[in-house]
Nanobody, 119 residues
């Protein structure tokens, strides 16, 4: 019941910055949580940053202090500001949203945007 579309990925040199965007097809206020995940080739998909309905944020240790998750409810958009990028940040980044549907929580995913950091 929600569609997510990521954008903003690309190629950047180590130490550079990128800002990812995720546009949702419905209001962010109707979602339980929204988050950014990433997945490198051959690696599991893991959470990068998460933001709750109340605005509380959490970050993976590997990105803490470098990445910032935020949202603009008026634009139905989630952002991930990535600074001081490292080659190990190279991955496909996915937007994720959890929503209550009937009596269960369902997860929805975007198609991902590639981030490549060169050294």
């Amino acid at each position: 019941q929600v569609q997510l579309v990521e954008s903003g990925g690309g190629l950047v040199q180590a130490g550079g910055s990128l800002r990812l965007s995720c546009v949702a097809s419905r209001s962010m206020t109707s979602l339980v949580t929204i988050a950014w995940y990433r997945q490198a080739p051959g690696e599991p998909r893991d959470v990068v940053a998460r933001i709750t309905h109340g605005g509380q944020t959490n970050y993976a240790d590997s990105v803490k202090g470098r990445f910032t998750i935020s949202r603009d409810n008026a634009k139905n958009t989630l952002y991930l500001q990535m600074d001081s990028l490292k080659p190990e940040d190279t991955a496909v980044y996915y937007c994720n949203a959890n929503m209550l549907v009937d009596i269960s929580i369902k997860s929805f995913w975007g198609q991902g945007t590639q981030v490549t950091v060169s050294s």
